[in-house]
């Protein structure tokens, strides 16, 4: 009988059935434990939560209505103000600094001051900084549009500086982030004063801005990004009347949407799962009813986590229990509060619900799985339950070891010497012995294990020496390839490799001619038949070649010629060759030059023109004949503009189900991610290659150069 077996009775005699025995009495006792605790506790717990719970939300809502009756104040105060200074004759009051200014506040003596914003999303606190003025608002106007038209509105609100610093100390600095006034003709002016308002901003193509003069009242919006600062606010806006009480314009503050919902207070008095929501009752599309729609969400899962979640496109809240949701969402629709017991993504769970003054409800969510964890007061209880069940555990191993013990020893003659023998062989083999044996004579399995383990030390020998030489070749190739694009004023250039063996035949390189004044660059790109060390051989002597030869004078295509002539000489009769691509960018003259040579076309698309052009040209690839004849090809180039040059282990990569990736899906990606940089170009071609591969084998070296032209190509032709 083998030894496994022998082993396999033996534990299974003296370990199995005593941990069975073991078990049938622990889940015995442990069974009349959680019955006697549940049915204990689960009334205390459901009706302490459900207290605390109804008190939270109750004071919460008061703090928000509070808090918005507040800014409201001060907004009122805001528009009051600025109808004051709009009515009033004109008059320097304070400065007036445009954007412009702001950008030399030096220059025209505006105090900046370091003002944080966007805070992390779980500890709340401040992430990134910019420079603000808190001693002057900035003013802007609609683009194209002179100053001098404005300059009497601007007048008029330069006084509104003081009454901005008294809102800001009203509301503290850590709610409020900015304060706008804007009139109807397009003049703005915004609080604190900074440079950073976007290109193209118009006040009134804003939301707060539409909102208060359709409605001509007091209004809040959603939450929603800032695009200054990055952070999630709400903006509470209203009309301002003009000199004969018709509507003139509209005041505006902006708040963290974090500091006005007060986010502490909930994750301070709430337990860690429970997902708090802030929701509004949404018409949903083609009259299908009223929805309720996820404004924002606070999963507090762990201490501390008071972060808040936003959503600025609609998720909706609903519960696996049609009848009772029905009931809530009539609650909702009448303003009124309450607390249900319903399901929520599959879970039992406890819903608590109630208005709040900003036109929207409070909704707090509690697993009841949660709810109903033992509490500490039964503790005591379960510990004197379970001693009992710990001693007999004890008992019972204390045999179980002691037995084990005698067994062990008996058998350690016969079991742990080979072992040993074999660790101490083992040792030496991972130490690099390769000449580590052992010497076995018994017919069992460590007889067999011993004959397999000699054979193991001349194979991983074999194996090591190998591997090395493959590491070294890899990391040589690895060299040869460019650390760095080249940095040319008016191009963006990026280029990646991937090998699908540790070697392979896919090359690119950047070659500046930048010497004789020309201001030239030069991108090649390279396919060598096959894959793995001898394709690594020949793209290596085919980049010594072009790099000895591109330096010197002549055409690209007589350069690609002498090129073939010294390749065909090494490989000619070995029916290996290799595609290539030289491409030559003149930034000054904006343009470029290419020769083909057996290379698939290089790929142009014009972003400006959402167009593809292809760059083909017409030659044997290299080493095939030593006499073959090339052509240059050329035309301008124009910013916008985006080559691509790549090897076909791009368009041939297959999915698991045999298709190819092909040129059309790469056109598509290289049109969705054109506004990218270079190198996220370069990216995104290679991750949607490797998704669409998936778990499918990399049968072939992926190579890409891609050169996207920026404004500023030719700085000669502008002049």
Same mark, same amino acid.
């Given at each position: 009988m083998q030894y496994r077996w022998k082993l396999l009775i033996l534990f299974v005699i003296i370990s199995i059935l005593p941990i069975l025995v073991m078990r049938t009495v622990g889940v015995r006792v442990l069974r009349n434990i959680g019955h006697t605790f549940v049915k204990q506790s689960r009334q205390y717990l459901s009706q302490d939560v459900e207290t605390r719970v109804k008190i939270l939300l109750d004071n919460y809502s008061l703090v928000l209505w509070a808090g918005r009756e507040k800014i409201e104040t001060a907004l009122a105060f805001q528009a009051a103000e600025a109808s004051r200074w709009l009515n009033a004759p004109p008059t320097t009051i304070g400065r007036v600094h445009f954007r412009e200014d702001f950008r030399k506040p030096a220059t025209h003596g505006i105090q900046l001051e370091t003002a944080w914003i966007q805070r992390d999303g779980v500890s709340g606190q401040p992430e990134k900084q910019m420079r603000v003025s808190y001693g002057d608002p900035v003013f802007y106007l609609p683009d194209n549009q002179a100053s001098g038209s404005f300059m009497a509105g601007a007048l008029g609100f330069s006084g509104m500086t003081e009454t901005y610093q008294k809102i800001q100390r009203l509301l503290a600095k850590n709610q409020i982030l900015w304060q706008h006034t804007a009139l109807e003709n397009g003049l703005c002016v915004t609080y604190p004063g900074q440079s950073l308002i976007l290109p193209g901003f118009d006040p009134r193509k804003m939301e707060w801005f539409q909102k208060a003069q359709e409605t001509g009242r007091l209004t809040w919006t959603s939450p929603h990004s800032d695009p200054i600062s990055g952070e999630m606010v709400l903006t509470v806006s209203m009309p301002i009347k003009g000199t004969n009480g018709e509507w003139a314009g509209v005041a505006a503050i902006e708040l963290v949407a974090d500091a006005f919902f007060n986010k502490a207070m909930l994750s301070e008095n709430l337990p860690h799962s429970t997902l708090a929501l802030l929701v509004r009752l949404v018409p949903r599309e083609k009259n299908t009813g009223t929805g309720v729609a996820i404004i924002a969400s606070n999963a507090m899962k762990r201490a501390g986590d008071q972060a808040w979640r936003y959503s600025e496109t609609p998720r909706w809240l609903s519960s696996e229990d049609k009848e009772q949701w029905q009931v809530v969402l009539q609650d909702l629709e009448r303003g009124a509060d309450g607390m249900r017991r319903m399901r929520f993504d599959g879970k039992d769970s406890l819903w608590a619900y109630a208005p709040i003054h900003t036109a929207c409800f409070l909704v707090f969510i509690l697993p009841y799985d949660e709810v109903l964890r033992p509490a500490q007061v039964a503790e005591a209880y379960v510990t004197d339950l379970t001693a009992d069940l710990l001693m007999i555990t004890r008992i019972g191993l204390g045999i179980l070891v002691l037995v084990l013990v005698i067994l062990a020893s008996a058998f350690s003659r016969t079991v742990t010497r080979p072992i040993k023998i074999l660790e101490r062989a083992a040792q030496r083999l991972a130490h690099g012995d390769f000449s580590a044996r052992v010497n076995f004579h018994s017919k069992d399995e460590f007889g067999r294990m011993g004959q397999v383990f000699n054979l193991v030390g001349p194979r991983l020998q074999e194996h090591y020496h190998m591997q090395r030489s493959l590491n070294l #070749?890899?990391?040589?190739?690895?060299?040869?390839?460019?650390?760095?694009?080249?940095?040319?004023? @008016?191009?963006?250039? #990026?280029?990646?490799?991937?090998?699908?063996?540790?070697?392979?035949?896919?090359?690119?390189?950047?070659?500046?001619?930048?010497?004789?004044?020309? @201001?030239?660059?030069?991108?090649?790109?390279?396919?060598v038949t096959g894959h793995g060390v001898s394709?690594?051989?020949?793209?290596?002597?085919?980049?010594?070649?072009?790099?000895?030869?591109?330096?010197?004078? @002549?055409?690209?295509?007589?350069?690609? #010629?002498?090129?073939?002539?010294?390749?065909?000489?090494?490989?000619?009769?070995?029916?290996?060759?290799?595609?290539?691509?030289?491409?030559?960018?003149?930034?000054?003259?904006?343009?470029?030059?290419?020769?083909?040579?057996?290379?698939?076309?290089?790929?142009?698309?014009?972003?400006?023109?959402?167009?593809?052009?292809?760059?083909?040209?017409?030659?044997?690839?290299?080493?095939?004949?030593?006499?073959?004849?090339?052509?240059t090809s050329g035309r301008s180039i124009a910013s916008g503009e985006i080559i691509v040059i790549g090897t076909d282990g791009i368009w041939e990569t297959c999915d698991p189900s045999g298709d190819m990736f092909g040129k059309a899906a790469m056109r598509e990606v290289i049109r969705r991610n054109a506004r990218h940089p270079a190198a996220g170009i370069a990216k995104a071609v290679i991750d949607a290659v490797e998704a669409f591969r998936a778990d499918g084998a990399r049968e072939d070296d992926v190579t890409l150069v891609v050169i996207k032209v920026e404004d500023g190509l030719s700085p000669e032709q502008e002049k």
């Open positions: #070749a890899m990391e040589v190739q690895q060299n040869l390839l460019p650390k760095n694009p080249p940095v040319v004023p @008016g191009l963006d250039i #990026a280029g990646a490799s991937i090998y699908c063996d540790e070697t392979g035949g896919d090359y690119y390189d950047f070659l500046s001619a930048d010497h004789d004044g020309t @201001g030239k660059v030069a991108v090649v790109v390279g396919d394709s690594a051989l020949l793209m290596t002597t085919a980049r010594a070649f072009i790099r000895q030869r591109y330096p010197m004078a @002549g055409p690209l295509h007589q350069i690609v #010629a002498d090129v073939n002539r010294q390749l065909a000489d090494d490989v000619e009769d070995s029916g290996r060759f290799m595609t290539f691509f030289l491409l030559e960018v003149d930034r000054k003259q904006a343009r470029m030059d290419w020769v083909a040579a057996g290379h698939d076309a290089a790929i142009l698309y014009d972003l400006n023109q959402d167009a593809f052009e292809m760059l083909a040209g017409k030659g044997l690839p290299l080493g095939v004949d030593r006499m073959a004849v090339y052509a």
